[in-house]
């Protein structure tokens, strides 16, 4: 499986933006996407999550409420649409792949297999 994140860019405070991930290869029922990101100097934290079958989702503290995961199983596409984006959103976002992860797991990075290569959102006046 390989993924292509894009779509990140420079975004004022309040602004929105939506994420992309294009996964090629064959994803199976059982995978879960997610996007995680990291900021300068921190380390990579989780931001939401997806099953492949059946559409469940799942979303850090920070990102409920204003993030939402969805996914295109047609054109093995997920994105994550951003709303009201505050300076510490500020990040390197990557798109990730695993199957089979229970849900406790989903919330480490270190847990997922397939990743892409990330796109910069920077969120600044």
């Known amino acids: 499986v390989q993924l292509q994140a894009s779509g990140g860019g420079l975004v004022q405070p309040g602004g929105s933006l939506t994420l992309s991930c294009a996964a090629s290869g064959h994803i199976q029922n059982n995978y879960r996407m997610a996007w995680f990101r990291q900021a300068p100097g921190k380390e990579r934290e989780f931001v939401a999550a997806?099953?492949?079958?059946?559409?469940?989702?799942y979303y850090s503290d920070s990102s409920k409420g204003r993030f939402t995961i969805s996914k295109n199983t047609a054109e093995n596409t997920v994105a994550l649409r951003m709303i009201s984006l505050k300076p510490e959103d500020t990040a390197v976002y990557y798109c990730a792949a695993k199957g089979g992860l229970i849900y406790s797991a989903q919330y480490n990075y270190r847990n997922y297999d397939y990743w892409g290569q990330g796109t910069l959102v920077t969120v600044s006046s």
């Open positions: 997806i099953r492949w079958s059946g559409g469940g989702t």
